[in-house]
């Protein structure tokens, strides 16, 4: 069993920040990818930031606001986000590609999300 678990969701003013974690446990062999996605009311759910092999990559959107880390060590990945606008307003769920003991290759989990919502 695999478990994805996010925490750092909150309320923010605009100009804000906020970092968000999300630590994956249970019988895990080896991480390949790790990120972050959001979904806003009434719209699709879209890649903010991706982490692979140390290379990263950012939504146009978030380029020059947010920074995603990893602590591999911990099985867990951060988004830093600041300068927040209203528009960054969502549900934000981590994801990772995860090989599991006594699994074959490298499967997609999704955590449950945290809600960022920012006030203008």
């Known amino acids: 069993q695999v478990q994805l678990v996010e925490s750092g969701g909150d309320l923010v003013q605009a100009g804000g920040s906020l970092r968000l974690s999300c630590a994956a446990s249970g019988s895990i062999v080896s991480i390949n990818v790790m990120g972050w996605y959001r979904q806003a009311p009434g719209k699709q759910r879209e890649l903010v930031a991706i982490?692979?092999?140390?290379?990263?990559n950012y939504a146009d959107s978030v380029k020059g606001r947010f920074t995603i880390s990893t602590d591999n060590a911990n099985n867990t990945v951060y988004l830093q986000m600041s300068s927040l606008k209203p528009e960054d307003t969502a549900v934000y769920y981590c994801n990772a590609g995860i090989m599991r003991v006594g699994g074959r290759g490298f499967n997609a989990y999704w955590g449950q999300g945290t809600q960022v919502t920012v006030s203008s």
């Open positions: 982490i692979i092999g140390g290379s990263t």
